[in-house]
């Protein structure tokens, strides 16, 4: 079974910094997909940036970026120019290709101080 | 374009009570899921559906029921509700399964008393 792991239960940064948040999976499957979401207080689930494992290139959506390091099985998201509005849980998760299940980590709670 | 809606947003029950928890969908996605949050957690899926007429189990089932009797709408029904049950409910919708994004709806909080 697939798992994912959230290192992280707290972080904050300043507005204006740069924050990464670590995840690491573990899964036996070639074909699979990475998600990263975000949690607002709202409790509205936003997806925020999503990665193919077929994929060597990184993917970037904006000031969201991620380090995709397959071997390892990490997967981690830089927040660039961290803005007040960034203040949310972040989820990390994992589905294998074909799959209805998407698998989520515990969440990262993540604060932006102004 | 609505997305994906969810009522009501909050609900308490006493134990024992029954209710069904709204999802309707306005972006023609075949597939809908219904997960729930417990706290400090990440989500569960609890039943999806890949179609009008067709529903399936997901890891965590017992003590719901659902039915998709159209493309738009996924309720989610609690039958004898228990305090095991007091969780956050999300909807979710996709176009395809297994490779497309899942979209998801606010969100409602339930309380079982």
């Known amino acids: 079974a697939q798992t994912v792991t959230q290192s992280q239960p707290e972080m904050s940064v300043q507005e204006a910094e740069t924050v990464t948040l670590s995840c690491t999976y573990d899964?036996?499957?070639?074909?699979?997909?990475l998600f990263w979401y975000k949690q607002p207080p709202s409790r509205q689930m936003i997806l925020v940036i999503r990665?193919?494992?077929?994929?060597?290139q990184n993917a970037t959506e904006n000031r969201f970026s991620v380090n995709f390091q397959k071997a390892a099985k990490s997967f981690s998201l830089k927040i660039s120019d961290s803005q007040l509005g960034d203040t949310a849980m972040y989820f990390c998760?994992?589905?294998?290709?074909?799959?209805?299940?998407?698998?989520f980590g515990k969440g990262t709670k993540l604060t932006v101080n102004p | 374009n609505a997305g994906v809606t969810q009522t009501p947003k909050f609900r308490i029950l006493k134990i024992g009570q029954s209710m069904t928890l709204q999802c309707t969908q306005d972006?023609?996605?075949?597939?809908m899921y219904w997960y729930r949050q417990d706290p400090g957690m990440g989500l569960k899926l609890i039943y999806y559906?890949?179609?009008?007429?067709?529903?399936d189990k997901g890891e965590v089932p017992n003590g719901y029921n659902v039915s998709r009797s159209t493309t738009e709408d996924f309720p989610l029904r609690l039958e004898l509700a228990a305090p095991s049950q007091t969780s956050v409910y999300f909807c979710?919708?996709?176009?395809?399964?297994?490779?497309?994004?899942?979209?998801f709806g606010p969100g409602t909080r339930l309380t079982v008393l």
């Open positions: 559906s890949v179609g009008a007429g067709i529903t």
């Open positions: 998760a994992f589905m294998k290709g074909g799959s209805e299940k998407l698998v």
């Open positions: 979710a919708s996709s176009y395809t399964l297994g490779v497309d994004t899942q979209y």
């Open positions: 972006m023609n996605h075949n597939y």
């Open positions: 899964t036996s499957e070639s074909n699979y997909y």
């Open positions: 990665q193919e494992a077929y994929k060597q």
